[in-house]
């Protein structure tokens, strides 16, 4: 039996970037800002390369009904990784949305990303990378 596919809420959003937030202020020894910016889908760079189908067509239909959340990402040395959000964003990106509202977190010196290596690793190079899995 498939398991429900719940989203997350705009207010567990900005609860999960701040949780997220404190982990990296931990993990990096640095503080990290937090703000919330609209970014174009083009300067998005995905931190995993496969989105479940399912979900992401819950998500497509949702976003037709006015689903909100922002994504989360980490701004580092001028790019923008998704860290939570990865659905939402494909989802805007195909359906043509200019902009996606995004919660930024941004390290307030500079620090080397762990992530950035394995985005650079599995070639991820955009949103149009990622494949759909079927679940």
């Known amino acids: 039996m498939r398991e429900e596919i719940r989203l997350i809420t705009r207010e567990e959003a900005f609860k999960r970037a701040e949780r997220i937030k404190k982990e990296y202020e931990l ?7 937090i703000y919330s910016r609209y970014l174009p889908p083009d300067v998005l760079l995905p931190t995993q390369g496969e989105l ?10 949702e976003i037709k009904h006015g689903y909100d959340a922002p994504i989360i990402v980490i701004e580092c040395r001028g790019k923008y990784y998704v860290i939570d ?4 964003a494909f989802a805007l990106r195909k ?8 919660i930024i977190l ?4 500079d620090i080397t990303l762990g992530i950035a290596e394995t985005v ?3 070639g991820l ?10 679940d």
């Not at 359906?95 to 995004?102: K, M, N, Q, R, S």
């Not at 941004?106 to 010196?109: A, F, T, V």
């Not at 190079?125 to 079927?134: Q, S, T």
């Open 120 to 122: 650079k690793r599995r």
């Open 85 to 88: 959000g990865h659905h939402r």
């Open 106 to 109: 941004k390290p307030k010196r």
């Open 27 to 33: 993990i990096h020894g640095v503080e990290f800002e």
């Open 125 to 134: 190079r955009g949103l149009d990378d990622i494949k759909i899995v079927r």
């Open 95 to 102: 359906l043509g949305f200019p902009e996606i509202e995004a």
């Open 52 to 61: 479940s189908e399912a979900k992401l067509l819950v998500v497509l239909q």
